[in-house]
Each structure stands twice: as structure tokens, then as C-alpha cells.
């Protein structure tokens, strides 16, 4: 326990949020913002239709809407956010689908524009491998001598067959190569991951949580596999329909996935939500509160800690 200093109240890993109250001294969320970005496997840069599970419905808050300007969104985020968690600071998250995909003058403006915001104190930015360069990562470095930058790169495997299954476009080599480009900034770096492919056994994710930890990485974030309404994901699910986690397997794997990795991670999130009106599977009864509490007290009564098996 004492080489995770964001391990407590019960937690058995490093959680993201008592990073940012240690970090910052007071609640932080972060508010997601709608930069109208496409992705070049939907534009047909590199491809068409996206990556086969994706609908970016099922995760955009109420208040993110491209329809409205930046600093709307933000001001609707904040103040949603305010009332339900109490947060009066605040990170702006350029979430929905590739927020580097643009020229750079463009992304500096809508990136200032949103840390122009008296309560927003960090930036954090969700793109894929292939769409950063030295430029891009030049000017979030610049940003970063002011505020706390995040940089989110969807790998979402390490398993080329995987990325070739989901229509990501690029390959494994790619998501290393980024990696091995951004440490040169020396950016916080956050990996997304998906668990749960049908193209992977549950051993392959283990030995993949056991690659992660030779990165340069400092965050986490997994999202268990979900089959969304209106995605190809959906059709093919419903043409053949493959394995997903049940709830009590997920707490278990998730648990022993955990143990893999080194006790240095810091964890933003472990697993994912749909709306019930876009889930199709897997339909869990069970709450992203319930599923935290109901990990921790499995961590707790199996004596398993973050970095037990690295």
C-alpha cells in the first residue's frame, strides 16, 4: 500500500481522483467539450465509417453539444458539474472522436479559447496514435508551462489484429511510435484500452496489461467492451453474437488485471457507461458507483493491491 500514494479510502489501486485532490488541494472534475472533429478512418482519409463500436452518443454529457460555441458548453458544463459533485475547478476535455485532427492554428485556438475559462485549470486532449506530430505536441507542451495538459491516446490494443478488426486504421508499430514521440515532451500520457475483444483471449489481455508497463505512460483508462445501438458493432454482434464480461467477471478480471500493472499508474477509470436507451451488451443491474464499490470490497477481501503480480 505504501508505494500507491493515490490508494486509500478503501482503494486498492491509484485513483484519479485523489491525484487531482492531492495535486490541486480541492475537487476537480472534468468538463467534456464538443470540438465538431471528425477522425480519418470516417472521412475517408484512411477509411470510412469509424471504428466498428463507436457512437459517440453513448458517452457525451448532457451539456456537450457542437451546435453551441466553446465557451458555452464549458459554462453549461461547469455549472452541471458544480451541482452535482460541488467541483469549482475544473479540466477542459476535448473528448468526442480525434481532437488533434485539424490544422495547428485551428487547435490552438479552440484550445485557448476553452483555458481562457476562470475555472478551468488543465487541458486535456483525447486523440488516436497516427494523428499527432511535433508540432501538435510542441504546442500542448507550451500549454502545459501554464496548465496541467493531459494527453489521451486511444491504443485500445496492442494487438494488430485487433486494430484491423475495429477499423482503427493504424497499426501497433503506430501506437509506439507515438508513445516513444510524446515522451520526447515529456507530457502526462494516458493510454485508453478496451477489454474484451472477441479477436483476444482473456490471457492475451493479461499479457498486454504486463506491455503497458514498459511504456511511457502515467494514466490508464479501461472501458470494458459494450455493444452500442446504430454501430457496426451492434450488426455484427447481432448477425453473430460473441462473449462479453458478465458483472461479477469483470470484478474478478478487472481485479486480477489490476494486479499486473505497476504500482506507478495512476487509474482514471476502470470501466465504462452506456445509457440503457444505447446499451445493447453487456446489461449489468448494477450502477459505475456499484461496480467501484463492489471492486473494491473484492480487492479488499482477496488481499489483491495494484502491482502485486508486476
Not at 483555458?115 to 488543465?122: A, D, N, R, T, Y
Not at 515529456?186 to 492475451?204: F, N, Q, S, W, Y
Request: charged share 25%; with cysteine.
Amino acid at each position: 500500500m505504501s508505494l500507491l500514494p493515490y490508494a486509500r479510502r478503501g482503494f486498492h489501486y491509484n485513483n484519479y481522483k485523489f491525484y487531482l485532490d492531492d495535486r490541486f488541494g480541492e475537487r476537480v472534475q472534468r468538463v467534456s467539450i464538443e470540438g465538431g472533429f471528425t477522425c480519418p478512418n470516417r472521412d475517408g482519409t484512411k477509411g470510412e465509417g469509424g471504428c466498428i463500436y463507436c457512437n459517440s452518443n453513448s458517452f457525451s454529457p448532457p451539456y456537450s453539444d457542437r451546435s453551441i460555441s466553446i465557451q458555452e458548453q464549458i459554462s453549461d458544463g461547469t455549472r452541471f458539474l458544480n451541482g452535482r459533485f460541488r467541483a469549482d475547478k475544473f479540466i477542459a476535455y476535448f473528448q468526442n472522436y480525434t481532437n488533434t485532427y485539424a490544422p495547428l492554428n485551428k487547435l490552438e485556438k479552440m484550445y485557448r479559447v476553452a483555458l481562457e475559462h476562470p475555472k478551468v485549470i488543465g487541458l486535456s486532449v483525447s486523440t488516436r496514435p497516427d494523428c499527432i506530430n511535433d508540432d501538435i505536441l510542441g504546442l500542448l507542451k507550451d500549454i502545459s508551462n501554464d496548465y496541467d495538459v493531459n494527453l489521451e491516446l486511444g491504443l485500445e490494443s496492442l494487438r494488430d489484429r485487433s486494430l484491423e478488426w475495429m477499423n482503427r486504421c493504424h497499426d501497433v508499430k503506430c501506437s509506439l511510435n507515438a508513445l516513444e514521440l510524446t515522451a520526447k515532451y515529456e507530457l502526462d500520457v494516458t493510454a485508453h484500452m478496451i477489454l474484451g475483444l472477441p479477436t483476444e483471449t482473456r490471457k492475451e489481455i493479461k499479457e498486454m496489461a504486463k506491455e503497458l508497463n514498459d511504456l511511457p505512460l502515467k494514466f490508464l483508462k479501461l472501458h470494458h467492451l459494450q455493444v452500442i445501438k446504430n454501430t457496426r458493432l451492434a450488426q455484427e454482434y447481432a448477425r453473430k453474437p460473441f462473449q462479453v464480461f458478465e458483472y461479477g467477471e469483470y470484478v474478478k478480471f478487472v481485479a486480477d488485471y489490476i494486479s499486473l500493472l505497476k504500482p506507478e499508474f495512476i487509474l482514471q477509470r476502470v470501466i465504462t457507461s452506456s445509457p440503457d436507451d444505447c446499451l445493447i451488451a453487456p446489461k449489468w443491474p448494477h450502477t459505475t458507483t456499484a461496480f467501484i464499490m463492489d471492486l473494491q470490497k473484492y480487492m479488499r477481501e482477496n488481499n489483491i493491491f495494484q502491482g502485486d503480480k508486476y
